[in-house]
C-alpha cells in the first residue's frame, strides 16, 4: 500500500459508511423503537445491548473507530468539493450536496449526542428510558435531534447507492436509476422508524 | 430592416495570468447566422467597445470550426459549451462570455487545458505499437464492439465535463471524467488491452478514480453525449477487482 493509498482510503471510507456504521445505525434506530412499545421494553433493549460481552472492545473497532475515520476523511472529503447546483441543477447533483451537508450535520450529531449518553454513562449515569426522556424534553434539543436523525439516514441511504456505484456495482444508467427508487425507500422507512422512535420518548 | 439591429457581448477579460479580470461590453452589428467565434472575429476586426472607446481584440482559442477539436470551450451565458456551435440567434442577449474557470487563464477567453493532455498521458491513452520490428497485425476487433468503442472516442479533450465537476477544483487534483473514460477506450481495444493493469494502476493513483464524487454532471454536460458516468462506474468495478489481484496476489495482468 506504498501507492494507492487514496484509493485505499476513499474505498475504506466507502466500506465503513455500510458496514459496521451504516448497520450499526439500523440495528440502533431498531432498538430506540422498542420505546414505542414501552418504557419496560426500551430499558430492556438497552441492558441487552450494553451487557453484551466485551461491549467496550465492540464499541471500540465497531462504533468509535470507523465512525471518527469516516467522519473526518468525509470532512476533508466534503470541503473538497466547489458546489455548483446553481448552473448544474440537477438531481444527482444535488444529492451530491446533500451528502455533504447531510454528512457534516451528522458528525456534529453524534458528537453531541455521545456526549449527551456515553460519556454521561461513563461518568455514572444509567442508560435508559429516563435519560433520553429528558434530553428530549426541551423542544429545541427534541427539533436538533430530529435533525440529526433525519440527516444520518439520509446520508446512510444516500450513501448506498454511492457505495454501489464506488464498488462497481451498480454501472449501467438504468441500474443507477433503480438503486435511486431503492435507496429513495430506503430513507422513507428508516426515517419513520428512527422520527417515530424519538417521538417515544416525549 | 436588420441594418440597425446589434448584439450586445458582455466579455470577461483578463490581460495576462497574473493581471485581475474586468468585464468588457462591446456592440457588434447583426448579420444572419453568426456563431459566437464570428461575433469575436467581428470584435477582433474593430476592437472598439460599447463606450466607443478603442481596445484590444479579445483573444480566444478556436480551430476546427465544427465541433469536433474542443479548442474553443468558454462558459456562453453561464453554460461552459464550444463557442463554434453558440449560434448568436440561439442565445439570449446579452450574450456573456467568460473563460472556463476550472483552467488558468491565459487571457482573456484563452486558457491552458495543458492539465488534460497531462493526464492523457499519464494514463497512456494509446494503443503501444511501436516497437524496434515488425510486430505483424493485432488482434481483430469484432464489429459491435468497434462501434460502442466509437462513442468514447468522439472525446475531443475539451474539458467541459472538467468545468462541470464540483470535485475538479483547486483544492483536488482530480484528473476529472475525461481521461478516465479513456483508459476504458483504450483498455477494451485488444492491442490496448495488453496494458490495461498498467492504465488501472494508474487511475488508481492519487487524483484518480476514486475522487469521482457521483455528482454526475459531466455525463449531462458531455457535448458528444459520452456515456462518461457508466464508464466511471464500469471502471469502478475494473480497479476494485484489480486491487484484490494487486493484494491476495494474483496473476497481474
Not at chain 1, 148 to 175: D, E, K, M, Q
Not at chain 2, 50 to 60: F, I, L, Q, R, S
Not at chain 2, 92 to 103: I, N
Amino acid at each position: 500500500m506504498s501507492t494507492n493509498r487514496e484509493f485505499f482510503y476513499r474505498k475504506l471510507h466507502s466500506l465503513l459508511g455500510v458496514i459496521p456504521i451504516g448497520a450499526f445505525l439500523v440495528v440502533h434506530l431498531l432498538v430506540n423503537y422498542q420505546a414505542v412499545y414501552g418504557v419496560e421494553r426500551y430499558n430492556q433493549a438497552t441492558q441487552f445491548m450494553t451487557s453484551l460481552p466485551f461491549v467496550y472492545v465492540l464499541e471500540i473497532f465497531l462504533i468509535y473507530l470507523p465512525i471518527l475515520f469516516h467522519g473526518i476523511y468525509g470532512l476533508y472529503i466534503a470541503f473538497q468539493a466547489r458546489h455548483n447546483t446553481t448552473t448544474y441543477g440537477t438531481f444527482r447533483n444535488w444529492m451530491f450536496r446533500f451528502q455533504r451537508i447531510t454528512g457534516v450535520i451528522t458528525i456534529i450529531f453524534i458528537a453531541w449526542h455521545v456526549w449527551d449518553t456515553r460519556v454521561q454513562a461513563m461518568l455514572g449515569a444509567e442508560v435508559n428510558y429516563q435519560m433520553v426522556a429528558d434530553i428530549v424534553a426541551n423542544p429545541l434539543a427534541l427539533i436538533l435531534y430530529i435533525i440529526g436523525i433525519v440527516a444520518a439516514v439520509f446520508h446512510f441511504a444516500n450513501g448506498l447507492w454511492a457505495f454501489a456505484v464506488t464498488w462497481g456495482i451498480t454501472v449501467t444508467p438504468r441500474s443507477q436509476v433503480i438503486s435511486t427508487y431503492v435507496t429513495l425507500g430506503i430513507f422513507v422507512v428508516i426515517t419513520f422508524v428512527g422520527v417515530r422512535a424519538i417521538l417515544a420518548f416525549v | 430592416m436588420s441594418d440597425n439591429k446589434v448584439i450586445r457581448l458582455i466579455i470577461k477579460r483578463k490581460n495576462d495570468v497574473n493581471s485581475p479580470s474586468y468585464e468588457e461590453t462591446f456592440e457588434i452589428p447583426y448579420r444572419k447566422n453568426m456563431n459566437v467565434i464570428s461575433a469575436l472575429m467581428e470584435i477582433r476586426r474593430n476592437p472598439v467597445n460599447a463606450n466607443g472607446e478603442e481596445t484590444t481584440p479579445v483573444a480566444w482559442d478556436a480551430s476546427c470550426l465544427e465541433e469536433v477539436c474542443g479548442a474553443c470551450s468558454m462558459v456562453i451565458n453561464g453554460e461552459a459549451r464550444q463557442s463554434c456551435t453558440a449560434l448568436i440567434d440561439q442565445l439570449e442577449q446579452p450574450v456573456r462570455l467568460e473563460p472556463m474557470s476550472t483552467f488558468p487563464v491565459v487571457r482573456d477567453l484563452l486558457i491552458d487545458r495543458s492539465r488534460m493532455f497531462e493526464s492523457l498521458k499519464k494514463v497512456k491513452a494509446w494503443i503501444p505499437i511501436d516497437g524496434t520490428y515488425d510486430l505483424g497485425p493485432g488482434p481483430r476487433m469484432a464489429e459491435p464492439k468497434r462501434q460502442w468503442a466509437y462513442e468514447l472516442s468522439k472525446c475531443m479533450t475539451c474539458g467541459v465535463c472538467l468545468e462541470a465537476c464540483p470535485n475538479v477544483n483547486s483544492k483536488s487534483d482530480f484528473m476529472g471524467p475525461a481521461p478516465l473514460s479513456q483508459v476504458r477506450l483504450f483498455n477494451s481495444h485488444p492491442t490496448g488491452e495488453m496494458n490495461k493493469a498498467e492504465r488501472l494502476n494508474t487511475i488508481m493513483d492519487d487524483g484518480g478514480i476514486t475522487d469521482c464524487g457521483n455528482s454526475q454532471n459531466c455525463v449531462e454536460v458531455c457535448p458528444k453525449g459520452i456515456p462518461l458516468t457508466t464508464s466511471i462506474a464500469s471502471l469502478n468495478r475494473e480497479t476494485t477487482i484489480q486491487s484484490f489481484k494487486d493484494f491476495f496476489g494474483s496473476d497481474k495482468i
